[in-house]
């Protein structure tokens, strides 16, 4: 069955650090990739959208990388900042078919930024 | 521009109760999907909703129900409520033209089954 991880429950880095986030995943052949960032009781907000033939995407501090062949993404926060402070969720997505519309989550890594 | 909007906030039912969430979607958006994120968990995907109809549904019992409206409002049925139904019930709203598409998520709306 689909399987998708996402590398550790918790992640605290000092501010300004660079904050690597991890998300494999397993029987899966995804034709995108979404990252998600969710605070305490509020729904999840798209960060960002990569597709499989994309090996890198960028926006602002937030850089995502896609290798299907290790079925992995990475999402990177660089100078990272206190109010980066969230759970970040990743969600592999099938293109069509049973797949289409219907994400997927990992269960989420909770990132802190310490001043 | 209105984003997706949920109701209630919050609600508290009794085992083996009926409950009804309700989803407005961001507009111009013509499908809403609902998830079930209990705590510490990513969201499960429960049902989408298309031109009033169920398209795709996750791996949850008959006792979740779904309806669309013709002006794409949605609402989330779910019967003999059990004590794990208790979670953040999620809409997600987007266009179900685009391959890849991306979801607006509302704010939740919060069970609570006692």
């Known amino acids: 069955s689909q399987k998708i991880e996402q590398n550790s429950e918790a992640l605290n880095i000092q501010e300004g650090k660079t904050a690597t986030l991890t998300c494999n995943y397993t029987?899966?052949?995804?034709?995108?990739l979404q990252w998600y960032r969710q605070d305490p009781g509020r729904g999840p907000v798209f960060l960002l959208l990569?597709?499989?033939?994309?090996k890198e995407k960028r926006k602002e501090r937030l850089k995502v990388t896609f290798d299907t062949t290790l079925k992995q993404s990475l999402f990177h926060i660089t100078a990272s900042q206190p109010a980066d402070s969230a759970t970040y969720l990743c969600?592999?997505?099938?293109?069509?078919?049973?797949?289409?519309?219907?994400?997927?989550f990992g269960q989420g890594t909770i990132l802190t930024v310490h001043p | 521009d209105a984003g997706v909007t949920q109701s209630p906030t919050h609600l508290i039912k009794t085992r083996g109760q009926q409950v009804t969430l309700r989803c407005s979607p961001k507009?111009?958006?013509?499908?809403v999907s609902w998830y079930q994120q209990a705590l510490g968990q990513g969201p499960q995907f429960i049902f989408q909703?298309?031109?009033?109809?169920?398209?795709q549904r996750g791996n949850f019992p008959d006792r979740f129900s779904g309806h669309q409206f013709p002006n794409y409002s949605s609402e989330l049925n779910v019967n003999a409520l059990l004590l794990g139904d208790s979670a953040l019930y999620l809409c997600?709203?987007?266009?179900?033209?685009?391959?890849?598409?991306?979801?607006?998520f509302g704010p939740g709306t919060r069970l609570t089954v006692l």
């Open positions: 997600a709203s987007s266009l179900f033209a685009d391959q890849g598409d991306t979801q607006y």
């Open positions: 029987n899966y052949s995804p034709a995108y």
């Open positions: 990569i597709r499989e033939n994309e």
């Open positions: 969600a592999p997505q099938g293109a069509g078919g049973t797949s289409y519309g219907k994400l997927t």
């Open positions: 507009s111009g958006h013509d499908t």
């Open positions: 909703y298309y031109e009033e109809e169920e398209r």
